[in-house]
């Protein structure tokens, strides 16, 4: 059975829950958009795309995407630097 998704998806984030949840992953998660939806699946041994076992609809379905934070950022907001001064390096370096 092919597991889908109409959601936004974090691979790595989702490659983690569904680990967590017992579902082997070791060979790594994929996707594709297919149709309006996202298709996702694991790889067999030789690369290949292999289904994803029906218990990972579940885990998939209760996926909520969290976007990677940007680490300069945080250094950025660590800086004693003035709101404006702030903004002008995340616009430099096109993170903010």
Known sequence: MAVTTTND???DQLEG???AAGI???TGIGSHETGGS????T???DGH???LPNAAQAV??????????????AVIDAMDLSDDNK???????SIG
């Open 17 to 19: 829950e569904l680990s």
């Open 43 to 45: 790889y067999d041994n």
């Open 87 to 93: 903004a002008a390096l995340l616009a430099l370096f």
């Open 49 to 51: 795309i292999f289904d």
């Open 24 to 26: 082997d992953v070791t």
């Open 9 to 11: 998806v974090q691979l």
């Open 38 to 41: 996202t298709a996702i699946y």
């Open 60 to 73: 998939v379905d209760a996926h909520v995407a969290v976007t990677p934070v940007d680490p300069r950022i």
